[in-house]
């Protein structure tokens, strides 16, 4: 038996202790994805933290049949579908930036972003990625979003994603689609750029 | 020679950068994109695009310092939430281990025996007459749709596919009898239903209902204002499935079942975190079931066009919504057959 198995176990009987070993494990995986989905380092929290309760709540019927993270991100997918769906009733139009500004009042949360370890220039420089990153994010409907984060981060197929978030596998083509055109156009990596570019090299004549 | 198709190629690069293609298709796929500039561009750009992303996400993950405070902040709110559902029926169970002692477990026993007697006697009032169906049981049930018939007649309502015992409905209806309207049978409800029939004449007919075993159990897992709500529910998925277009336009007017589904759609969002709360997950299940199709058709243009309701239909009739609706709001006293 593996030692997440026996957190597991000792999960089930309500040991937080081992629930809390066993969401160490998981908890910047689930939290990465929550921040991509909601561009807001605030709300991540929240909804990373919503799933750990969904999960220690359903611990009971685990079973083991699949892997504990497969079980664990089904219940992830479910949280993100309901807040989307909250979200859609609440907000008629819920586009969010991430602000630089937001990266920089996060210490008293204790949440200092990754690109403050580096010198002030390059801080800055990576902010502005990360806030060009999180703006195309917004130009995606959640549904898109959660398509293009299953697929690229959690490396589902199509068939995988089309049954988790219960559409077609033609949706999920084309959200992943529509998801890369907009994060290239927001970061500006344009295709005529390498075109041009390739032009350059080919030989005369 | 490959022929090169740069449209066909384009449509191919996102499961190209997303590795969804096999070794071989990938390889072929690759050799062919090299042989187009802007192909080969486009792929370049896509993948460099994801490379940013990457980067990116690394850079907004918050510092190692930060997850002490959210581990903490975990612990915090797992200390707030009840035990869990196994915990509470283990300590339910542990609550009879004092019914060794023997005058107890005699009393347990008298207290079980008498239970049984109460549950019979409650079981035998609400008997079901057999139903004349019961013979031919093995033939196709035509409809799950409840009707009121106006001769006497049995009606069974089965809805189909579901796994649960079949919900029966006996109605009876006095009309076009002289000598005044029957007697309900012991333990029945008698329901007056109004129905305009041809040429304007209001028709009245006692009905007769009882529900039986499925009701129950719907009753014990649901609240009377989740009943409500499915009841509610299922009327407007009806309504909705049923509109046609108008004759002088291709589109359908589903005005009021938008409104309709808006309304539910909050109700549902409520009554599903209650739920929630509760750990009642049959009723948190079923509510989430219905919540994507309140959210589709308030959501819906005032004036949808066919192609737009279509899907909306297809996903309804391959989940068979409406009759489990029609199942979970099925109680005693509501029979469904009041909205014919």
Partial sequence: ?205 | MIMHNCVKTRDRLVDLVFDELGTEARRRALIEIESCPDCLAQYRSMTETLRVFDRAAETAMPDEGYWPGYEARLRERLRGEGPSLKQRLERWIGAFRPLTARPLRLAAGLALVLLAIGWWGWQRRHAVEPPKYAKNKDKAIPTPQPKVESRDKEIVVLPKGLGVPPKKFVVTSSVGRSGGTRRPPEGGTTNTVRRVERGGDIVEKNVVSRGYDQPLIAASLFTPETIRHFEKAQLMLRSFRNASAAKDTAATDLAYEKQLSQRLLYQNILLRRDAEMKGNLPAEEALGSLEPFLLDIANLPDRPSPDELSDIRERLHRKELIASLQISSAMPSTPAYQNP
């Fill in chain 1, 1 to 205: 038996m593996t030692e997440e198995h026996k957190l597991i176990e000792r999960a089930q009987e309500g040991d937080h202790e081992a629930f809390c070993s066993l969401a160490r494990s998981y908890q910047r995986r689930i939290y990465a994805l929550a921040l991509h989905y909601t561009r807001d380092p605030h709300e991540a929290e929240d909804l990373s933290q919503e799933v750990w309760l969904k999960a220690y709540k359903s611990l009971g019927g685990f079973r083991g049949e699949a892997g504990f993270y497969t079980w664990l991100r089904r219940i992830t997918i479910n949280t993100f579908l309901n807040h989307q769906r909250e979200m859609k009733t609440m907000y008629s139009s819920g586009k969010k930036a991430f602000r630089l500004g937001e990266l920089v009042s996060l210490d008293e949360l204790g949440l200092t972003p990754a690109a403050a370890r580096h010198a002030p220039e390059e801080r800055l420089q990576q902010q502005m990625m990360v806030e060009k990153v999180m703006e195309g994010l917004s130009g995606l409907t959640a549904q898109q979003r959660l398509i293009f984060l299953l697929k690229h981060r959690e490396g589902m197929t199509y068939d995988e994603i089309a049954q988790a978030c219960e559409v077609s596998t033609g949706t999920v083509k084309k959200a992943l689609f529509r998801a890369i055109n907009r994060l290239r156009e927001y970061l500006g990596v344009k295709s005529d750029d390498y075109a041009q570019l390739c032009e350059d090299k080919r030989p005369a004549g």
